[in-house]
C-alpha cells in the first residue's frame, strides 16, 4: 500500500511540474503591450490626461466632460491572436477593444469586451451593430473581484472570438461580420467622472 502511495504521489508531482512548465511556456510566448513606465507603442487622444501611467498601470480617468468616447490606441493591427489583460474598474464605463478600426479624429469602431457593472460578459459592437451578445448578467456579476484586479483573456481567430474573464468562458462567437485584422484599443466612455485601470497587456500572435 505505501508503495501505491508513493507511486500516485510521484506521478501527481510529475503532472503538476509538466503542466507548471507547460503554463511557463505558454506565458513566455506573449509580448507585453505596455512597459510598465509610459505609453510607448500607444497611441493617445488629444486630451493626454484622459489616459496616463500610475504604479506601472494604465489609469483612463474623465472628469464627466467627453463630447464622445475616447481611445488608448495599440499603434498597429493584429489578426489572429490572444490578448491578456488585468482590469480594475473603480466606476463607470470601459472597455477592450479588438479587430477595430481608428479613424483621424480618434474614433473607434469594432467589437469591444466590455468593461462595467451591469455589463460584465458583454460583447458589444462600438459604432456599429451594439449589444451582439451577453453572459448571464447574474452570473457574470458573481465571476467579478469588485474593486480588484479582473483577469480578462480576448482570442480571435478567423471570424471566431472568445472572451473569459476569471477563468470563466463568457462569450463564445463566430461572426462573419468580424475584421479580419484591426487594432486594440482601452476605453473611457462618456458620463459622469470615471477611472479605469489596466496592467499586464500581453499578445501572443497565433497562425
Not at 13 to 31: E, G, H, N, P, R
Not at 42 to 69: C, Q, S, Y
Not at 149 to 155: E, R, T
Not at 176 to 188: N, P, S, T, W, Y
Amino acid at each position: 500500500m505505501k508503495s501505491m502511495i508513493r507511486t500516485l504521489s510521484t506521478t501527481l508531482a510529475l503532472s503538476a511540474l509538466i503542466a507548471a512548465s507547460a503554463a511557463v511556456a505558454d506565458d513566455a510566448d506573449f509580448k507585453p503591450l505596455f512597459n510598465g513606465k509610459d505609453l510607448t507603442g500607444w497611441i493617445t487622444p488629444a486630451d493626454k490626461a484622459l489616459f496616463t501611467v500610475e504604479d506601472g498601470e494604465i489609469v483612463g480617468r474623465t472628469k464627466g466632460d467627453l463630447k464622445k468616447n475616447e481611445f488608448l490606441v495599440v499603434n498597429k493591427p493584429y489578426k489572429d491572436f490572444v490578448l491578456k489583460a488585468k482590469v480594475k474598474l473603480r466606476n463607470g464605463n470601459s472597455g477592450i477593444q479588438v479587430r477595430s478600426k481608428r479613424a483621424d479624429d480618434g474614433v473607434v469602431s469594432g467589437p469591444q469586451a466590455d468593461v462595467a457593472d451591469g455589463y460584465w460578459g458583454l460583447l458589444y459592437e462600438e459604432r456599429g451593430r451594439g449589444i451582439l451578445e451577453q453572459y448571464d448578467k447574474e452570473k457574470a456579476a458573481k465571476l467579478i473581484k469588485n474593486g480588484d484586479w479582473n483577469d480578462f483573456v480576448v482570442s480571435c481567430k478567423g471570424k471566431h472570438l472568445t472572451i473569459d474573464i476569471n477563468g470563466t468562458r463568457v462569450i463564445d462567437r463566430e461572426d462573419k461580420e468580424f475584421a479580419d485584422d484591426g487594432v486594440i484599443a482601452l476605453q473611457v466612455h462618456v458620463g459622469p467622472p470615471m477611472e479605469v485601470r489596466y496592467k499586464d497587456v500581453s499578445i501572443k500572435e497565433i497562425d
